[in-house]
């Protein structure tokens, strides 16, 4: 198989898993809390990234890496998965499926605010329009298509999903600067927010053993949402010709979550959703666009010289 085609193959894979995840959460708290979730999910996902790791044969690094080396992605743990997936689940289980999970594809925009802020990177009036739409898009979703009104559907629910794309953006930027691999900052990141959940359970829960639909749903999580599908879109960007076709594939999974939450958890899809979203994603590609387009800009004024 020509190695684009592969990269296709791939990327649509791990976009398949991850539009389940919608379903999956909101099904899996019917029978487990959010905070027992997320314990046994990141120890799933520990697991796996540890198998990986012992089967291409860079578990050994992990005892080359000196102390300040673990810091960073000790760190990044506190972000992600500890506190990312408490607001998120959190969000959750207040939320029908098909608002929280749209609400949390907002992140590409909280992304960009943050590169401005923290990156210094410089952003045109067009590219904040488009954003501008995206916003528009939320608004829509969270008042279920009357924005003038700005009654929120749960306002909780909503500030907490939204709050979310805020903790996954703020690990984005730390974690781009650390150029450790990967797949070994996954694996620190899993047993230290493993243990961190362990502990926030011991002091502000009793610990349970999940019933067993429970428990089913937090090892699918930690395998698809945290272990093995990162893992496959990471060898899809790795064969893919051109990152940016494959990267825009993303966009799919949350028409495609939709309809699993549909058809998986019953939920009647509104149609201010849906339009929202079409807004929310409309947005963020004409940003993507609007700032490829100055970087070719800028390449072109450089050759010119």
Known sequence: MHNQNKAYTLA????????TIGSAFKITLRHIDFMHLLLFASLTAAIVQGAYLLFTNKFKILFQLKFKDYLSPVFASVLNPFLYY???????????AQEAGTLNYFWPV??????????KQKVRLKSLAALGISFFGIVWISTHGNPL??????????????SSTIVWSLFWIINM???????????????SGFILIFISILLFETPVWPTYYG??????????????????????????????TISNLVFLSPFI???FIHFVVGEEILYSTFAGLILVVAGILLQK???????RQKLSNLSSK
């Open 289 to 295: 666009y609007f700032s490829s387009a100055q970087k």
């Open 86 to 96: 408490l607001v998120l689940l959190r969000a959750y289980d207040i939320l029908p």
């Open 215 to 244: 428990f089913l749903g937090a090892v699918y999580f930690g395998i698809f949402e945290m272990g093995i599908t990162f893992l496959i879109w990471l060898r899809a960007l790795k064969y893919t010709e051109n990152t940016a």
């Open 110 to 119: 909280t992304l960009v605010l943050f590169s401005m802020l923290f990156l």
């Open 257 to 259: 979550s939709l309809i």
């Open 177 to 191: 600067k650390n150029p450790m691999d990967d797949s070994i900052k996954l694996f620190i990141s899993f047993i």
């Open 12 to 19: 649509l894979i791990a976009i398949g898993f991850w539009s």
């Open 149 to 162: 009104s700005l009654q929120f559907s749960n306002s909780l629910g909503v500030l907490l999903a939204l």
